[in-house]
């Protein structure tokens, strides 16, 4: 069936670095590829999307960049702070009637001050 | 902004009974979905409707099922609830846009003893 592949499964930096979280996804008809945080105890929420018609999106410290052609996308977090520590998740959508987002397995980013 | 509420954040209940989980959205939304969240195993998706009284089932439907007899309100059901069903359920709707972004509510720890 279709995947989608999430790594790493954890991920610790120290304040003030980067951090990359990348995906890998099997099916060529997603087009819709969005990250959400879920913080301790609390809900997921989406962060930043990006379709398929563009390569690359931002919004201040995050941005996310995608390649069609490796099926793979990436959330890039820069100047990282204690309270971007969460997990977060990657999916992949497509416009095919009936179908749901596939999940990535999740990131648990660590930022020590 | 949209709302997703669930019935209980925290329910107990005995091997065997029959299990309940609400989900209500206020946005009119046409997709509900219900997933449950296990550590390492991410978000897995059991049931999702795109529609009044349609249901598709998602990667692991044994021992659930769902309806959705109005379209802001869906159910999961436990027929004969098991221990190996205890976990974190999160339901989720998203609008018509296809494909669009999905709100997920605060999520219903449940214990089966």
């Known amino acids: 069936g279709e995947n989608v592949e999430q790594h790493p499964s954890t991920l610790s930096v120290q304040e003030g670095d980067s951090a990359v979280i990348k995906c890998t996804y099997s099916?060529?008809?997603?087009?819709?590829f969005p990250w959400y945080k879920q913080e301790l105890g609390k809900r997921p929420q989406l962060i930043i999307d990006i379709r398929s018609n563009v390569g690359e999106k931002k919004d201040q410290r995050i941005a996310v960049t995608l390649n069609k052609t490796a099926k793979h996308f990436s959330l890039h977090i820069t100047e990282t702070q204690p309270e971007d520590s969460a997990v977060y998740f990657c999916a992949a959508g497509s416009n095919q009637a009936g179908t749901a987002l596939i999940f990535g397995k999740g990131t648990t980013l660590s930022v020590s001050s | 902004d949209v709302k997703v509420t669930q019935s209980s954040r925290y329910l107990v209940k005995r091997t065997g009974e029959k299990v309940f989980l609400e989900c209500v959205q206020d946005?009119?939304?046409?997709?509900m979905f219900w997933y449950r969240q296990d550590p390492g195993l991410g978000l897995r998706l059991i049931y999702f409707?795109?529609?009044?009284?349609?249901?598709e089932k998602g990667d692991i439907p044994e021992g659930y099922s769902v309806s959705r007899e109005k379209k802001e309100r869906f159910s999961l059901i436990l027929e004969s609830a098991s221990t190996n069903q205890t976990s974190m359920y999160l339901c989720a709707s998203s609008g018509s846009g296809s494909p669009d972004t999905q709100y997920f509510g605060p999520g219903t720890r449940l214990t089966v003893l």
């Open positions: 946005m009119d939304h046409e997709n």
């Open positions: 099916d060529s008809a997603s087009n819709y």
């Open positions: 409707s795109y529609d009044v009284k349609m249901k």
